[in-house]
């Protein structure tokens, strides 16, 4: 069983999108900094900007969160 914190989720969800930290700082109005530490594990986001991101990002804010579930590779 393998897990994905939020970080590598929210990177791995962003290059799947073909969006760099830039881009998605720009539609989601969150700075390049806020989003890169977002996905080095040191912060994660409060409710409004999950919102943003699960919006920018075309997934819920619940898939983004969820951390602790079992992802499963093809």
Excluded: W
Aim: glycine share 2%; hydrophobic share 35%; with cysteine.
């Amino acid at each position: 069983m393998k897990t994905e914190s939020f970080a590598v989720r929210l990177k791995r969800i962003r290059n799947e999108r073909g969006y760099t930290q830039e881009q998605l700082a720009r539609i989601t109005l969150i700075s390049v900094q806020t989003i890169r530490n977002y996905e080095q594990g040191h912060n994660e986001p409060i409710s409004s900007y999950l919102l943003d991101l699960a919006q920018a990002l075309d997934i819920t804010p619940e898939y983004l969160l969820m951390c602790d579930k079992e992802v499963i590779e093809v």
